[in-house]
């Protein structure tokens, strides 16, 4: 069970290369740090912000690009209107400022290395973020590993990495997108309008050749809490549910 | 970045908290809520299943039922808790056994310097023996005054809190003592042996 030990991380400076807008509340920032690092899908970064008289505040922040993609490092962040740190993001951040990040991190949500079955990915709002990252690497590798989706949002217009889901799903090379809206009725066929739920779960692993071996959720605390009940009830071992979770 | 001078963040005041600034650690926000953290879904126990095991390496010492251990000396502590992903909350009130109270209870005093607390789903996490003991830790079986709800550890956790919070493992069922320091779960995947907040222990070999 156990993995790599993560190397040390040492703090270093990254430029913001590119701000992409990817949803009303979400946007993307391209990092390009002074020392490129490689990275596992799924793992995160922690960025450090300093105010002038030295006061610091610091996040984790999944890394939503596969680790093929190149030295630029992308983080898809939310932003939380009375947060400290992501309205300084999504406001004042611009192309060109640095800021000091340490990866990568994390050693347990992470694409398993070797053939371990089909993989679950289930997501809620931002929580898709590694999940992306995981979409992306097991395409990057042309992985023939069979993988849905299930990705819970509000609303169309709010799920991030869309088209870009969508277009891998369209590939019918075994990934798999379901998306669950909860505020507005379903538009493809494979989509759902409601929250994710024990049918939904079982529809979703009936997909696959054989059970899964391992699932990912991710999300909101409330958000894991639900699914990773519904996964459990629909038949998925307690085992091999991975998690992460966010918020209070 | 070179020495000590820190790289100021265009444009970046932050939110200063109001009061008991030198209660938060380095890189420590404080927290009003109580943020739930774990690697895999919260297993449900019911107190009928629930045991807790002293060992010593492979050798049992001596085990409890939920009725025999809640029967043993309760403490209260009320501490700030510090979790690696940034958060402090102040003047949490916990109520459980004190480590020197299960020892005492088991009428032993410790064999050696290393401990690993184990936990119903697998989880584990390595403590110095010294950090246990002298009051320092407990099993807490309390918060607020109420059982300890499922998702924050339930029905029993460690509680280590002069440590980074993964060390007060949730859903305890164990203290193991070790020959040697073992690294638990999330020190096997890049978090760092020892875990003090106020150091910024937070990864693999932080100083």
């Given amino acids: 069970m156990s993995e790599p030990t993560a190397p040390q991380s040492p703090w270093q400076t990254a430029t913001i290369a590119r701000i992409l807008r990817r949803t009303p509340r979400v946007v993307s920032f391209f990092l390009q740090p002074l020392q490129p690092f490689a990275y596992r899908a799924g793992q995160h970064i922690d960025v450090k912000l300093t105010a002038p008289d030295g006061y610091e505040a610091r996040r984790s922040y999944s890394i939503a690009s596969a680790p093929e993609a190149g030295e630029q490092v992308e983080v898809a962040i939310e932003r939380l209107d009375d947060g400290e740190v992501s309205p300084f993001f999504h406001d ?17 949500f992470v694409w398993p290395e070797g053939d371990q079955g089909p993989i679950l990915l289930v997501g809620g709002g931002s929580g898709v973020v590694p999940l992306a990252s995981m979409a992306r690497h097991r395409a990057a590798l042309s992985s023939k590993v069979p993988v849905v989706l299930v990705y819970s949002a509000r609303t169309w217009d709010e799920v991030v990495f869309r088209d870009e889901l969508i277009e891998l799903d369209r590939r019918g090379d075994g990934f798999s997108l379901a998306l669950a809206l909860t505020r507005e009725g379903a538009r493809r066929p494979a989509d759902h309008s409601r929250r994710i739920d024990l049918a939904m779960v079982a529809q979703s692993i ?43 | 970045m070179k020495g000590n001078a820190k790289m100021v963040t265009r444009g970046f005041s932050g939110r200063r908290p109001p009061a008991g600034d030198a209660r938060i650690p380095p890189g420590q926000h404080l927290e009003h809520g109580f943020p739930v953290l774990s690697a895999g879904p919260t297993p449900r126990i019911r107190t009928e299943d629930w045991s807790f095991t002293l060992k010593h390496g492979p050798r049992p010492i001596k085990k409890w039922s939920w009725a025999e251990f809640s029967a043993l000396p309760m403490t209260k502590m009320t501490r700030d808790i510090h979790c690696v992903t940034s958060w402090t909350k102040f003047d949490t009130p916990w109520q459980g056994v004190l480590v020197d109270d299960i020892l005492a209870d088991a009428g032993v005093e410790p064999p050696t310097a290393f401990t690993l607390a184990h936990s119903f ?9 010294k950090d246990l003991v002298v009051g320092k830790a407990m099993v807490a079986l309390l918060y607020e005054g109420k059982p300890i709800t499922a998702d924050h550890g339930g029905p029993a956790r460690l509680l280590v809190p002069h440590l980074y919070f993964w060390k007060s493992a949730k859903w305890v069922n164990g203290l193991q003592f070790t020959e040697r320091d073992e690294p638990g779960f999330w ?15 937070r990864y693999t070999n932080d100083p």
Avoid: K
Avoid at chain 2, 187 to 201: A, K, M, T
């Fill in chain 1, 206 to 248: 009936a997909y696959f050749p054989s059970p899964p071996g391992v699932a990912f959720v991710c999300g909101s605390n409330a958000f894991v809490t639900a699914a990773s009940q519904a996964m459990i009830d629909a038949g998925v071992p307690a085992r091999i549910i991975r998690t992460e979770r966010y918020g209070v």
């Fill in chain 2, 187 to 201: 020190e096997l995947r890049g978090y760092h042996i020892y875990g003090d907040p106020w150091r910024e222990q």
């Fill in chain 1, 92 to 108: 004042v951040a611009a192309v060109g400022d640095e800021i000091e990040v340490r990866g990568p991190l994390g050693g347990h």
């Fill in chain 2, 121 to 129: 789903d697998g989880y584990s996490t390595n403590v110095p023996t």
